[in-house]
């Protein structure tokens, strides 16, 4: 498989942002059977190296086996998954998906999102002190028709005050 110039660039931007030096020179060696210190300059910055390693492996015609190591060792990132998708080469997501209670019904996403937006008009910011300088702020959780909870943390000092105190909701 040889690579187009924007799907060389996109495992690239993926590959870089999912492993540091030390992690990819571990991959290609343990993964490829490939010292990376022999095929490219380890003193150039990380990114040339990684698109350098991409350049070596798709010249050599060995792409495939390059995408399928990245995509055994990072399963679960995001954009490794999503840059094996385009290339048509999607990881195997058994070892990190799957259905943990088979007796539990999955949810009615819109159901799910109307009550979400629910809940969201329940939590508000809580400013402790004046409105233009504030001592502190918090979160809060709408709990009854009058009742917010916070955390008394953030309270404990200003038990014996009685500080300004303004619930702000969406």
Not at 25 to 51: K, M, Q, S, T
Not at 132 to 158: I, K, N, Q, W
């Amino acid at each position: 498989m040889k690579l187009s110039a924007q799907q060389f660039e996109e495992l690239g931007d993926a590959i870089a942002e999912a492993f540091t030096r030390d992690e990819l020179e571990r991959l290609v060696r343990l993964h490829l059977g490939v010292d990376l210190g022999n095929i490219i300059n380890l003193d150039a910055p990380f990114r040339n190296i990684v698109f350098d390693l991409i350049d070596y492996f798709n010249g050599k015609g060995l792409t495939e086996q390059l995408i399928k190591a990245v995509g055994r060792e990072r399963p679960a990132n995001s954009q490794i998954r999503a840059a094996l998708e385009h290339l048509g080469a999607a990881v195997d997501t058994a070892e990190v998906e799957r259905v943990v209670r088979n007796e539990l019904p999955f949810a009615d996403i819109q159901v799910w999102r109307t009550r979400l937006g629910e809940l969201e008009r329940c939590v508000c910011r809580v400013q402790v002190g004046p409105e233009d300088s504030p001592e502190f702020m918090a979160t809060g959780f709408l709990v009854g028709p009058d009742l917010v909870m916070t955390c008394y943390h953030g309270f404990e000092r200003l038990a014996d005050k009685s500080p300004r105190i303004q619930f702000s909701f969406d």
